[in-house]
C-alpha cells in the first residue's frame, strides 16, 4: 500500500487511496473468491525506532508515518529518493479489507519466505490477511 508517499504526491488520504483499490478489487473478484493481502506491519517497524529517529523527524509516531530513503539504479547512474510512507498495523489493515467488502477469515504471520498460519507476534515483519 502506498501511503503518504502517495498523499505527497497526489494529495490523496492513504487510507481513502488504499480503501478505494480494495473495493476495486472487491468488485472485480467472483463472489465467493478468496483474496490474500500481505503487508508490512507497523508494530515490528515500531519496535525498532530509537528516540533519534523520532527527534530528526525520521519517524512520526503520531501519525505513524516513516521517511524512507532508497536509491535506485537509473541509465545515469544511482539516484537517491526521501519519501514518506504511511505504517498501518494489522488491525487497521483488517478494518481497511473488511471496509471494503472482504469477509476476513485469518490473520497470520510471516514474511514472503516463511508464512505460518499461527498468530502474529510482535516480531513479525509482514503479515497475511487470508479473506
Do not use: C
Not at 24 to 49: C, D, E, M
Request: zero cysteines; charged letters at 25%; glycine letters at 6%.
Amino acid at each position: 500500500m502506498r501511503g503518504l508517499a502517495w498523499i505527497a504526491r497526489h494529495g490523496e488520504d492513504p487510507v481513502e487511496h488504499d480503501s478505494a483499490i480494495l473495493e476495486n478489487i472487491h468488485r472485480t473478484l467472483k463472489p465467493g473468491s478468496p483474496f490474500v493481502l500481505t503487508a508490512l506491519t507497523g508494530y515490528w517497524t515500531i519496535r525498532q525506532i530509537t528516540p533519534e529517529q523520532i527527534e530528526s523527524a525520521e519517524f512520526d509516531p503520531a501519525t505513524m508515518t516513516q521517511r524512507i530513503t532508497e536509491e535506485f539504479d537509473m541509465p545515469g547512474g544511482p539516484v537517491e529518493r526521501s519519501y514518506p510512507e504511511r505504517l498501518f498495523i494489522p488491525p487497521e489493515l483488517v478494518a481497511i479489507v473488511e471496509s471494503a467488502g472482504f469477509d476476513v477469515q485469518h490473520v497470520w504471520r510471516g514474511n514472503a519466505a516463511r508464512w505460518e498460519r499461527k498468530p502474529l507476534n510482535m516480531d513479525e515483519m509482514e503479515f497475511m490477511i487470508v479473506s
